[in-house]
């Protein structure tokens, strides 16, 4: 099986654009696609980004995500920082035999 | 809308079994997976599984294979999970989700979360 690498945390102000990284250990990230959950404390998971870089209905465009062969990872990016995006993110692909979930970034807007 | 109400919390002590429920609604259930989602307390997400509700194919992740089993009932539209022998460490919320495609596509709508605590 292989791992999904994600920084455990990141922060950045309202209105600025962050980026986070979910890196694959094994096996390569443009051979599955690669899912975004956010989670609000206290809540269920929702889908912000699903393969690779679409959005569900009602998720605002300032979400996208995309990968990059080269460094074998993949990126969303938030732009616009409210407060309420404060939340932890998860990505999440998967191979023949598992979906693996990158271990999750916390997302502090501040 | 699509939505997915799921059973109420649940205290185990170790070495029973557990059954949530998720029933579905807004679409039609025969024509979606549904993926079984768990985190422990402070913890992230883990995949635990996924069931077709046309024909009921399960694949289970590997390391609850033999403890765990998916089933659905198409006639209420509703997708279980019973997970057998509990132990401490399956304290958790579990989660169901509905496959953004056909069954083995990653989920897109999730359910509220059932607590499932085990303890003496």
């Known amino acids: 099986n292989f791992m999904l690498t994600q920084p455990h945390s990141v922060s950045e102000s309202p209105g600025k654009t962050v980026t986070i990284s979910c890196t694959r250990s094994?096996?390569?990230?443009?051979?599955?696609?690669v899912q975004w959950y956010q989670q609000r404390p206290g809540s269920a998971p929702t889908t912000v980004i699903y393969?690779?870089?679409?959005?569900p209905s009602g998720v605002p465009d300032r979400f996208s995500g995309s990968i990059d062969s080269s460094s074998n990872s993949a990126s969303l990016t938030i732009s616009g920082l409210k407060t309420e995006d404060e939340a932890d993110y998860y990505c999440?692909?998967?191979?023949?035999?598992?979906?693996?979930f990158g271990g999750g970034t916390k997302l502090t807007v501040l | 809308q699509v939505q997915l109400v799921q059973s109420g919390a649940e205290v185990k002590e170790p070495g029973a079994s557990v059954k949530v429920s998720c029933k579905a609604s807004?679409?039609?259930?025969?024509?979606?997976?549904i993926s079984w989602v768990r985190q422990a307390p402070g913890q992230g997400l883990e995949w635990m599984g996924w069931?077709?509700?046309?024909?009921?194919?399960?694949k289970y992740a590997q390391k609850l294979q033999g403890r765990v089993t998916m089933t659905t009932d198409t006639s209420t539209s509703t997708a279980y999970m019973e997970l057998r022998r509990l132990r401490s460490d399956d304290t958790a919320v579990y989660y169901c989700a509905r496959s953004i495609y056909g069954s083995g596509s990653p989920p897109l709508y999730w359910g509220q979360g059932t607590l499932v605590t085990v303890s003496s």
């Open positions: 069931i077709s509700s046309y024909n009921g194919h399960t």
């Open positions: 094994s096996g390569s990230i443009a051979s599955n696609f």
């Open positions: 999440q692909s998967y191979d023949s035999n598992s979906v693996v």
């Open positions: 807004g679409y039609t259930f025969t024509s979606y997976g």
């Open positions: 393969e690779d870089h679409q959005r």
